[in-house]
């Protein structure tokens, strides 16, 4: 699952970001405005057996899941994982029960107003290869395919991380390499279940709630044959795709891109191969799907996560996307919650990969940067598992190793959840973003004011500083947390106005808005800046700016504050704060 390995041998080495952002594609909904995507992989979960190899054990627990992520949230997508080996447990067999219950638990988010990316997973291509008493297991091809071939016996040696399969497993390895060579005609195969399983979800499924198809969870070369990452790529790599995307064309999912992830290793910062760096203009029916971990804080890098630590990274991944003519999506992010020596930093470490996902510019540069914020990125954290600490997986089929704590998969504890309470400061996951704007995003920017600790303990600190040179802005927002989104508005009206998930930190009645569009110390039901409930919740709130009848070109900017600390702010306050954030805008 995750690309961090390499660094048990290296540190990693910095990126340096551009200074001004390049043109990105961005995705729209059916009024043309542009969308933002947060929420969470469901889950790792599907790697385990006793779960039949799906997120939930039951309908019921999705549902439950679905409602109180939505509720605790704002989130507005998921990734749900399936396996190929439970869609295909046998060569002559597809399950179309186990994809019938997979259809039951998507259709428990989409109904609540969360959109869902399909996600092949695998990871070291299949527990079928590992020995009963292995220190490590894999998940997603089944035993048949793995008769088929003749593989050595597996061992990773002295391998700290599980990862390090990929590498140094010679089973792992020439399994993966007969997959890419089509030997035994086993991709063949994978391509003949993936077209069988979307046939049969296409009619079961909400499909105007279906993001895409991720066809391939983190995929690895099992051999380059002494050529480059981005020469496998092109070679093996990018026609998989387009052989996938042919299935899905055929199958009723037209219309829907395809996720395609770059090789694994292509963000570790050393030695890194791939990253489709050739593989010419994907366009508008690929999103380029990236993971992002920090292997040097998972492993030798001592310092802590802070202000603006992930912007080039999360920047590295903006600029790729537009390289090959498309979106980006990060699909899997985040960090251990126990059990390493950098789980004690996860906290800041997450909220600052969120705040590089907000914007290209770290908080202190901000105000005086915002023109080079970019796009806001569209993620989903790894991971949401209902069951956390609360599994019996018989590890490789053995009896006598029985996992119980954590994610119960190679020692691995993710989960932002568990016996359903957040283990993160809600002021992490649950933020302020802009779901849907309704023309083009110039800058946004988020002060969580989450602290370091977990589930709310530690000490607190303000990343986005506002400068000396905005007074009237800076005491408005002092101690508080808060956003800014500046917005132009698009030659044709979208007819639907701009929408922000708003926290439930943020109470209606005490949450400020100062704006181009108004003022107000505690938000309506109606009018131009107004607040309502996000679709298929029941609590959780979003923000709507109204911008009918402006001018094409127009810009419009919103500073939304969470001012539950006081009974009312001074209208002086709101008169200083508006003048200081207008003249601003109009100068980006």
Known sequence: MRAFFLAVLLVMAGIVAPVKPAAAAVPTDAHGREIVLRGFNVSGSTKLYENGLLPFRSTADAAAAATQMRELTGANAIRFLISWEGVQPARDRIDTAYLDRAADQIRQFTDRGIRVLLDWHQDLYSSHLFDPDSWYTGDGAPKWVIDAGTYPDESCGICLLWGQNMMNNGAIRAAMYDFWRNRYGVQDAYLAQARAALTHLRSRVDYSMMLGVDPFNE????????????????????????????????????????YAEPLVFWNTGFFEQGGLSTAGQLGSRYVFNSHYYDGGRMTLDPTAAGDGTYNAAMNRIRDRATALGTTAFV??????????????????????????????????????????????????????DVYSGRHSELM????????????????????????????LDRRVLDRLFP??????????????LAREGFAGAGRQQAWLTV?????????????????????????????????????????????????????????????????????????????????????AGKVHVALVVNASDVTSVPAATLTAARTELLNWAAGL
């Open 396 to 423: 490789n089929f053995n009896p006598d190793k029985v996992q119980t704590t954590g994610d119960a998969w190679n020692g691995e504890d993710h989960s932002v959840i568990a016996n359903g309470a957040l283990r």
């Open 219 to 258: 995929p690895f070369d099992g051999g380059l044959d002494g050529a480059s990452g981005t020469t496998w790529e092109t070679t093996y790599l990018v026609p998989f795709y387009q052989r996938f995307r042919a299935v899905m064309d055929a199958t009723g999912w037209t219309s829907l891109p395809l």
């Open 435 to 448: 779901s849907a704007v309704a023309g083009t995003t110039v800058a946004f920017a988020y002060e969580d």
């Open 467 to 551: 400068p000396s040179r905005l007074p009237g802005i800076a005491g408005l927002v002092a101690g508080r947390q808060y956003g800014v989104l500046v917005w132009r508005e698009p030659a044709s009206p979208p007819g639907a106005p701009t929408e922000l998930h708003l926290p439930g930190s943020f109470p209606s009645a005490r949450t400020v808005v100062v704006s181009d569009l108004g003022v107000v110390s505690g938000v309506p039901a109606s009018g131009p800046v107004a607040v309502t409930t996000e679709a298929g919740a029941t609590t959780a709130r979003r923000l709507l700016l109204d911008a009918t009848g402006s001018a």
């Open 331 to 384: 699909s899997e992010f985040g960090n251990a919650m126990s059990g390493t020596s950098s789980s004690s930093r996860t906290p800041w470490m997450v909220r600052s990969m969120y705040q590089g996902l907000d914007s290209r510019v770290s908080g202190a540069s901000f105000w005086n940067s915002a023109a080079s914020s970019g796009q806001v990125l569209s993620s989903t954290q790894w991971h949401w």
